[in-house]
């Protein structure tokens, strides 16, 4: 069917924390998903097919990389992009 959507899918990101040295992860999305779930050293995201999906993992600047993403988007769409 021209002009639909590809479904979205659902992945998750598994980490081996004591191979990287972490007591524990905190994730956010920053853009192109959205978290479904967390558990101690995964997350389960919703990712729009084609998409490309960024995720931060123990970054306190996170909610302000995400807004600082959403108005670079707004700004290049306004030119057209």
Known sequence: MA???APAADLTLTLDLKAL???????AAIT???????DADSVQLTVPAQWTAVVSVNRPDAAALAA????ELAQWRRAGG
Do not use: D, S, T
Request: net charge positive.
């Open 21 to 27: 040295g972490m007591e524990k992860a905190e994730f």
């Open 68 to 71: 600082a993403h959403q108005r």
């Open 32 to 38: 192109g998903c959205r978290i479904r779930h967390v």
């Open 3 to 5: 002009g639909a959507a």
